[in-house]
Nanobody
Framework: QVQLVESGGGLVQPGGSLRLSCTAS?????????MGWYRQAPGKQRELVATMTNGGRLNYADSVKGRFTISRDNAKNTVTLQMNSLNPEDTAVYYCYGQILGTQYWGRGTQVTVSP
């Protein structure tokens, strides 16, 4: 069983920054791989934001490349998303994501709102 808990969402003005964090508690002897973030805007499907394997392989959505940075601490089972140059199109619920041997786990989500 894996539990993912997000923190760090909120309201920010366009051009601003936010930092999201996720801590995983896992009872599995296998590593969480990959770990990362997805988001879902109102009326849209959930989409990839960024993921990172425990070996350091990165995957970013084109829409966030150059603005968002994902990092993780394998020993602490945490993943962080630094979001810069935010724009209203980034408004969504952001979900922490993890996978163990093909089984997907999701956090409850944290709201990010970008508005003047």
């Amino acid at each position: 069983q894996v539990q993912l808990v997000e923190s760090g969402g909120g309201l920010v003005q366009p051009g601003g920054s936010l930092r999201l964090s996720c801590t995983a508690s896992s009872g599995s002897r296998f590593p969480i791989n990959p770990m990362g973030w997805y988001r879902q805007a109102p009326g849209k499907q959930r989409e990839l934001v960024a993921t990172m394997t425990n070996g350091g392989r990165l995957n970013y959505a084109d829409s966030v490349k150059g603005r968002f940075t994902i990092s993780r601490d394998n020993a602490k089972n945490t993943v962080t998303l630094q979001m810069n140059s935010l724009n209203p199109e980034d408004t969504a619920v952001y979900y922490c994501y993890g996978q163990i041997l093909g089984t997907q786990y999701w956090g409850r989500g944290t709201q990010v709102t970008v508005s003047p």
